[in-house]
């Protein structure tokens, strides 16, 4: 199929993956995180079976899959979400109060329970066994599985599931899930921005349609994706301004899949040029118009045009993205058709001068936050909101000392988002014993006109 009716397909049905879209892949329920594009010859490989991706093309996101045996070697096989949520919960209905009284104390873990051996395992696989097969195998063959508590014996069934039946979710990449999947393997990448923190900016920021964000980000991509994404399809822009003479890279936002009328109104200027005075001459501006390198224009294709799947494992040739399980990191590449990130155009840059920015996001880690707030804030519109994320408190505290004293802003504020997660079972709720205490830091605000700009104009 053709790319251009890729396109307009994608557009039309977001929710189904298509030919040549990136997609998260959820192996067991959150052990393994993969981000891949869909070709004809992409793969992924699970312990040591590799199989392709063309099964998920034309799915529903949100799909799930078993890896299964075939003739032709291991294939993904679609399985109904809606039959599996039945069984789990009729588990739950037979869960009764008696049970709480039932511990393992008498189990012995000798290695003595199981009588099913690995031969025969590997006879059932030869036979054609499917993975839900063996699973039940192994529970019939158990001689202390009927002894346990129902918890128990569900962490042994789910043990086992994970093992010989591997499962695949199909998860759309959007804003929260890139996030998450980045905060889990690769927290570094993006700044350790944690998804309540990030859409705390986008709300404090006030990101909506036809709204002009001017936003630094620093942290791979991802603040300018999510803020892209809120924008929707022919409606405001995202100019990603920098320092220096070369863009931050923003690849993260390549995996959004956004369409063409998006990435138009991702645009990119570097601060000099926007803080550059309206009254100098026209061709002194445009002579900062030279095309910059930028990661964002390498392309994607590798060999024969298709990019197989970033594989987690160190033995990984091809990768789409770079979260690790090793903690070895490679940069993802976006497709030049996409056209992300290009050159803001001079009659963008003088609308904004005249008019200023709607809102403005700042999420530097390594510059000095005081100068670029003092360089930045000038250019919103009068009463914009602003909100500026860092992972330490102390160059905020700094900044808004300043603010404060230098009469620039009001409302201003520091916030410490916090998030937790609770286990909802029956006789069994409580947070999350493994989580992240920490998200960072927000200082937000709102500009205001100072008395001598107002006496000017």
């Known amino acids: 199929m053709a790319e251009g009716s890729l396109q307009i397909d994608s557009v039309q049905n977001p929710r189904i993956a298509w030919e040549g879209c990136s997609v998260l892949l959820d192996i067991n329920d959150g052990d393994r995180?993969?981000?891949?594009?869909?070709?004809?010859?992409?793969?992924?490989?699970?312990?040591?079976k590799k199989f392709s991706l063309r099964p998920l093309v034309g799915c529903l996101f949100g799909s799930l899959f078993q890896l299964e045996n075939g003739p032709e070697g291991p294939y993904l096989s679609r399985v109904s979400t809606t039959s599996s949520e039945g069984n789990h919960r009729n588990e739950m209905d037979d869960y009764q109060p008696k049970d709480i009284t039932k511990d393992n104390r008498q189990l012995l873990d000798n290695n003595t329970a199981q009588s099913l051996s690995g031969e025969d395992i590997d006879a059932m696989r030869r036979e054609?066994?499917?993975?839900?097969?063996?699973?039940?195998?192994?529970?019939?063959?158990?001689?202390?599985?009927?002894?346990?508590?129902?918890?128990?014996?569900?962490?042994?069934?789910?043990?086992?599931?994970?093992?010989?039946?591997?499962?695949?979710?199909?998860?759309?990449?959007?804003?929260?899930?890139?996030?998450?999947?980045?905060?889990k393997k690769h927290p570094a990448r993006i700044g350790f921005l944690r998804v309540d923190t990030l859409s705390l900016l986008l709300s404090i920021a006030n990101?909506?349609?036809?709204?002009?964000?001017?936003?630094?980000?620093?942290?791979?991509?991802?603040?300018?994706?999510?803020?892209?994404?809120?924008?929707?399809?022919g409606t405001g822009y995202v100019c990603n301004t920098y320092s220096g003479d070369r863009p931050y890279p923003m690849d993260i936002a390549g995996i959004f899949n956004f369409s063409n009328e998006i990435c138009s109104r991702i645009v990119q200027s570097p601060i000099s040029e926007l803080c550059f005075d309206q009254n100098s001459s026209t061709e002194q501006s445009l002579s900062h118009e030279k095309p910059s390198v930028s990661t964002t224009d390498t392309s994607l294709s590798s060999g024969n045009g298709a990019l197989d799947p970033m594989d987690m494992s160190p033995c990984s040739t091809n990768h789409l993205d770079g979260i690790h399980d090793d903690n070895t990191y490679t940069i993802p590449k976006i497709c030049k058709s996409t056209k992300l990130g290009r050159r803001a155009s001079p009659?963008?840059?003088?609308?904004?001068?005249?008019?200023g920015f709607t809102s403005l996001i700042i999420a530097s880690i390594e510059l000095d936050m005081w100068?670029?707030?003092?360089?930045?804030?000038?250019?919103?519109?009068n009463s914009a909101p602003f909100a500026i994320y860092h992972q330490y408190l102390q160059p905020l505290a700094t900044c808004m000392h300043n603010l404060q004293t230098a009469k620039m802003a009001i409302g201003l504020q520091i916030s410490e988002p916090w998030l937790r997660e609770y286990q909802v079972l029956p006789s069994r709720t409580h947070p999350f014993m493994q989580m992240s205490a920490f998200g960072g830091y927000i200082l937000s605000g709102i500009r205001i006109c100072s008395n001598e700009t107002f006496l000017q104009n």
């Open 33 to 48: 995180l993969v981000f891949a594009r869909l070709s004809p010859s992409s793969t992924l490989k699970i312990g040591n």
């Open 207 to 233: 990101v909506s349609s036809y709204s002009d964000v001017l936003v630094v980000d620093m942290v791979g991509g991802i603040l300018t994706g999510a803020v892209a994404e809120r924008l929707g399809a």
């Open 128 to 183: 054609g066994a499917s993975g839900d097969q063996i699973v039940e195998a192994l529970i019939a063959n158990s001689s202390t599985f009927e002894n346990k508590t129902l918890f128990s014996q569900e962490k042994y069934r789910l043990k086992k599931q994970k093992k010989y039946a591997p499962r695949v979710l199909l998860r759309r990449p959007f804003a929260r899930s890139i996030c998450e999947a980045y905060f």
């Open 371 to 381: 100068s670029i707030v003092q360089e930045l804030l000038p250019l919103l519109s």
């Open 347 to 355: 009659e963008a840059i003088k609308m904004w001068k005249e008019n």
